[in-house]
């Protein structure tokens, strides 16, 4: 089955620790995004990355870094994390075409104490 | 600079009833808007999407009417069910660089009361 998958589901780490929020998806597909979203619910984008080898910073900044080795992985590092990093983080992927729109998976919810 | 605002921040609606949400938009070189539903624990989901040169889509129960040149937008849900209980986020598409980047609003909690 065709899916995004992201791991863990929840984190709760110490600050200054250093994190990696898996993301993998099955469907081949070449476009990926990471999202933060807040506890009033908005989303704002911290990343995207549209193929192998290729990433950006989104809308929002963010201390967080991201690599893209192969298609299906699209992790997201924090290298020191710290309380203000407390946030879900929503995972996603796309064909390419607006049309098809996003798949996300269930997110991550991390907690930096 | 919010560039997709949306309303109500919540919404309680009875069974039966119609549930409308509305958002505005102010970039023009938005070129696809789709609203997604999510539910607790899951991560959002495309509902229902449209073009901007359509004035009115409709999908089951779910119908966007589209206003281009007052750059606003609206989900209506029609028979209004408690499994519709969910935040619901409207977005704008813009096309750039081989992809495409959606800004969501601030989502709008609903509760279907029975």
């Known amino acids: 089955e065709a899916d995004i998958y992201q791991t863990p589901r929840y984190l709760v780490i110490g600050t200054g620790k250093k994190i990696t929020l898996e993301c993998s998806q099955t469907?081949?597909?070449?476009?990926m995004y990471w999202y933060q979203q807040d506890p009033g619910m908005e989303l704002h984008l911290i990343h995207y990355?549209?193929?192998?080898?290729?990433?950006e910073k989104g809308d929002l900044s963010s201390e967080s870094t991201v690599s893209r080795i192969r298609t299906e992985h699209f992790p997201l590092t924090l290298e020191s994390a710290r309380p203000s990093h407390t946030s879900q983080y929503l995972c996603?992927?796309?064909?390419?075409?607006?049309?098809?729109?996003?798949?996300f998976g269930s997110g991550t919810r991390l907690t930096v104490v | 600079q919010q560039q997709v605002k949306q309303s109500p921040q919540s919404l309680i609606v009875q069974k039966g009833g119609i549930s409308i949400i509305n958002c505005a938009y102010e970039?023009?070189?938005?070129?696809?808007f789709p609203w997604y539903q999510q539910f607790p624990g899951k991560g959002p989901a495309l509902l229902i999407a449209i073009r901007p040169d359509v004035s009115e889509k409709k999908e089951g129960r779910f119908t966007i009417s589209f206003n281009k040149s007052a750059k606003q937008f609206s989900l209506h849900i029609m028979d209004s069910q408690p499994g519709d209980s969910a935040t619901y986020f409207c977005?704008?598409?813009?096309?750039?660089?081989?992809?495409?980047?959606?800004?969501f609003g601030t989502g709008t909690q609903l509760k279907v009361e029975l």
């Open positions: 996603a992927s796309s064909p390419g075409h607006k049309v098809y729109g996003y798949t």
């Open positions: 990355s549209y193929g192998v080898n290729s990433t």
């Open positions: 469907m081949g597909h070449d476009k």
């Open positions: 970039n023009t070189a938005f070129d696809y």
């Open positions: 977005a704008a598409s813009l096309t750039s660089g081989g992809g495409n980047k959606l800004t």
